[in-house]
């Protein structure tokens, strides 16, 4: 395909209201994602992911240590029921804020995704605050993972190897990568994918072996885990970190638009994971829990106290069960999942730096694309931060400090969803506002139900900011991402006295991306297919 070949239409077919400013946007539009040159020479990204590469990296992407470690933990706070409560609303969540976010995205897909979003039709102000807040939250991910690889290593190393020499072996290998043209970020992401994938097919195979008596023991596993300990434990604090360790399990799902952003088809992509991804993310979690909750007691003493791989429920499980290798396999495919994602929390805070510059909210070399379609300033300055965080990891301090910054992740996440809900309303006024027929238009996607969507994200981000029990230290935890949030967006208001965006003067020319004649005729042959045919599509793994 020929990324350069954009269709855009004339300015006529957006209505007779679009003034030299508008213009003025749909030239920098051109020029800045399409790479036809600025005055200030940002270059341009390439569209590197392919619509399979983008299919499989979101069929694994929230696959990892939150399934399958953390998923003991939240047993341990919540019970059996209420931990299945907590993962099914935010399954439901997960359905919400993709639809929300694809409709956008198909329309603008920009790297920066949301970010951009907030800018353009909510205040730039919101979109300094929140961008700031995702690429520090991301950024502290990658550092937690580092330090929970090491731990997957010592589990066959046993600490004869020094943290220290660990964590910077993690660093080369995982930052070298960013080195690279972009389509080799993709194809690990590919491969880390299925490893993933397969994991949890082993995983759900296992399990119904222990449930039916696999094992020398041989013994039955049955229901009474849920008639023998409490169903509910801790009431709503419980509830809460139940669902706080979901969202965190399942991941920032602006990972897949700011993909999207950088896909050959957006439209096929983006649609395409709009749909898979909430059935995957619903088959994957719940039948796992359903799994955790018959396999292991809530109060099983290794959900606390074990390590690593060891704190799993489904080792746990199977080591009850007296079979051997588990863990082992168990460790290897873990740490192929864990430089998967650490490789995410280096792709994913760099766009949004980028976008943050291209906005002007940051510095303007920071938005800088080489030939290859890298942002190596914003590449450099996540890596030189994720390396500072990483090696904060080897002192006590340091790891308290790790742990108050993965605290913003984790409230940024549900967060996310909220500011992406209300971008999405304004969005709307903006189009109503300006009567662009961006739904019109051939192939045009739009969420299923709206406004149905965004009023779940905001509904369910209301519910889970009051968790975690009210106590000081929790209080702190769990709000400290809205705090930064809201402090870093009020503070560049007042000090760049930004101003609330108009919707009918608010910005629908940057990044609209037309439809290719290639794309048109690749949707084409797509909806010609029977319906089994189009199924088969979200299965495929190659």
């Known amino acids: 395909m020929e990324d350069n070949m954009i269709n855009y239409p004339p300015l006529s077919a957006y209505g007779a209201d679009k003034n ?13 994602e399409e790479g036809h040159g600025t005055s200030e020479d940002l270059g341009r990204f390439h569209r590197s992911f392919t619509p399979r590469q983008v299919h499989v990296i979101s069929l694994g992407s929230s696959v990892g240590s939150g399934l399958f470690i953390a998923t003991g933990k939240a047993l341990a706070d919540a019970g059996p029921a209420s931990m299945l409560l907590a993962y099914f609303m935010v399954c439901i969540g997960i359905w919400a804020n993709l639809q929300t976010l694809t409709e956008m995205t198909i329309a603008f897909p920009t790297s920066g995704n949301y970010i951009d979003y907030a800018g353009r039709w909510v205040d730039p102000a919101l979109a300094f605050g929140a961008g700031f807040a995702e690429w520090l939250g991301w950024t502290s991910v990658f ?58 097919i082993f995983i759900i195979i296992m399990s119904l072996a222990v449930i039916g008596g696999a094992g020398p023991t041989g013994k039955v596993v049955d229901g009474s885990n849920w008639t023998n300990f409490p169903a509910f434990k801790h009431g709503f604090g419980g509830f809460s970190n139940a669902a706080l360790l979901a969202i965190w399990a399942v991941g920032d799902q602006v990972f897949i638009g700011v993909m999207g952003g950088e896909a050959k ?7 395409h994971a709009a749909n898979l991804i909430p059935w995957r993310t619903g088959v994957f979690y719940l039948v796992c829990i359903v799994f955790v909750t018959i396999l292991v007691p809530s109060d099983d003493p290794d959900l606390f106290g074990g390590s690593g791989v060891t704190s799993s ?49 940051l510095p303007g070399f920071i938005a800088k694309v080489d030939s290859k379609g890298r942002p190596r300033w914003a590449l450099g300055i996540t890596a030189l931060f994720a390396i500072v965080l990483t090696y904060m990891s080897l002192s006590a301090n340091g790891l308290e400090v790790l742990n108050w910054l993965i605290s913003i992740t984790s409230a940024s996440f549900f967060l996310n969803w909220s500011i992406i809900a209300f971008t999405s309303f304004r969005f709307r006024a903006a189009i109503k506002a300006q009567k662009m027929p961006i739904f019109e238009r051939q192939y045009g996607w739009k969420s299923t139900f709206w406004p149905l969507a965004p009023v779940v994200s905001l509904t369910i981000s209301t ?80």
Request: proline share 4%; glycine share 6%; net charge positive.
């Open 20 to 32: 030299e400013k508008q213009t003025h946007a749909l030239q920098q539009s051109i020029s800045v």
């Open 143 to 200: 550092a937690a993972e580092a330090t929970f690889c090491v731990v997957l290593i010592n589990y066959w190393a046993k600490d004869a190897v020094p943290e220290a020499a660990l964590l910077t072996i993690f660093l080369l290998a995982c930052l070298s990568v960013f080195l690279l043209p972009n389509r080799f970020f993709a194809w690990l992401q590919y491969f880390g994918s299925l490893v993933k994938a397969f994991l949890f």
């Open 265 to 271: 088809s957006p439209r096929f992509s983006m649609a």
């Open 313 to 361: 429920p489904f080792v746990i499980a199977v080591q009850n069960a007296g079979i051997k290798g588990v863990p082992d396999f168990m460790n290897a495919c873990m740490i192929v999942g864990i430089v998967a994602i650490a490789l995410e929390c280096i792709y994913l805070p760099s766009r949004v730096l980028r976008t943050m510059a291209v906005q002007k909210l």
């Open 463 to 542: 519910i889970l900011l009051g968790g975690g029990g009210f106590t000081a230290y929790n209080f702190f935890s769990y709000t400290i991402g809205l705090l930064v949030i809201v402090m870093f967006t009020l503070a560049y208001k007042v000090i760049m006295r930004t101003k609330w965006q108009d919707p009918m003067t608010a910005d629908l020319v940057t990044g609209r991306r037309e439809l290719t004649t290639e794309e048109i005729q690749q949707l084409d042959a797509y909806y010609s297919r029977p319906i089994w045919r189009r199924l088969g599509e979200y299965v495929r793994l190659w």
